[in-house]
Nanobody, 119 residues
């Protein structure tokens, strides 16, 4: 059974930092692209960042470029999202997701972790 479990969310003041973690089990982690997405109340789900299974190659949404960093530790089957200089508009539920390296769609999703940034 594939499981993605996010942790590290919480309440932080604007300008602060948080690091999210996503522990993955039930698949060959090193062969999967990993992504972070977020969804705020009343808004559509938004792409935040992704990291490829090899090299690795990273990609970021425009709203987080220069502030967030995605990384992975294949030995720990974990992907991270370091979030710096947080803004109130970063408030959302953050989800990690996994997709096979031959698929364009994310197949597996975590349950999400809440990030709240106060002004």
């Amino acid at each position: 059974q594939v499981q993605l479990v996010e942790s590290g969310g919480g309440l932080v003041q604007a300008g602060g930092s948080l690091r999210l973690s996503c522990a993955v089990s039930g698949l060959i982690f090193s062969m999967y692209h990993m992504g972070w997405f977020r969804q705020a109340p009343g808004k559509e789900r938004e792409f935040v960042a992704s990291i490829s299974w090899n090299v690795p190659y990273t990609s970021y949404g425009d709203s987080v470029k220069g502030r967030f960093t995605i990384s992975r530790d294949n030995a720990k089957n974990t992907v991270y999202l370091q979030m710096n200089t947080l803004k109130p508009e970063d408030t959302a539920v953050y989800y990690c997701a996994a997709r096979d390296n031959s698929s364009p769609r994310y197949t597996y999703w975590g349950q999400g972790t809440q990030v709240t940034v106060s002004s």
